[in-house]
């Protein structure tokens, strides 16, 4: 019995001191990697008018009240297209004659037939391309048209 009591007092000293102790190392977290920013391209593009691109300071003249043209964008796509507004207004009173907006995913022969045109009225044509991504991408063209 005197051993047995004896082993009693022993047995917590004995885990005692085998227990590890102290705090245990921090843990290693990864760093935390930014996500990849992917910047997008200004929007460039030029329009044309058969297979020539067209010169913004002359006056185009169309062959009856209509006139295809192809907006053309030369810059990178970005990955949710574009937005491709056309508008014609007559430059005497600046009223509407033609207004056409197209979503694209396609760079190039974005085909546009601007309609309306009156014999012997001079107008401008205003072509605005806008990024779906980025809405602050856009880019402006514009020139003067009127028809035979």
Do not use: H, R, W
């Not at 005497?92 to 037939?113: K, L």
Request: proline share 6%.
């Amino acid at each position: 019995m005197k051993y047995f009591k004896l082993l009693l007092v022993a047995i917590p000293f004995l885990l005692y001191s085998c227990s590890k102790g102290g705090d245990s190392p921090t843990p290693v977290v990864p760093p935390v990697v930014p996500p990849v920013v992917v910047t997008e391209a200004d929007i460039a593009f030029k329009v044309e008018i058969g297979t020539a691109e067209i010169d913004y300071t002359k006056i185009y003249g169309a062959v009856g009240a209509s006139q295809a043209i192809n907006v053309n964008v030369t810059s990178a796509l970005p990955k949710d297209g574009v937005t491709i507004d056309v508008k014609v207004t007559k430059d005497a009173d600046n009223s509407s004659v033609f207004t056409n907006s197209i979503s694209s995913t396609a760079g190039a022969a974005n085909a546009v037939t601007i309609t309306s045109l009156s014999p012997g009225v001079l107008s401008t044509a205003t072509v605005v391309v806008t990024s779906k991504t980025k809405a602050t991408n856009t880019a402006t063209k514009t020139f003067k048209i009127a028809a035979k």
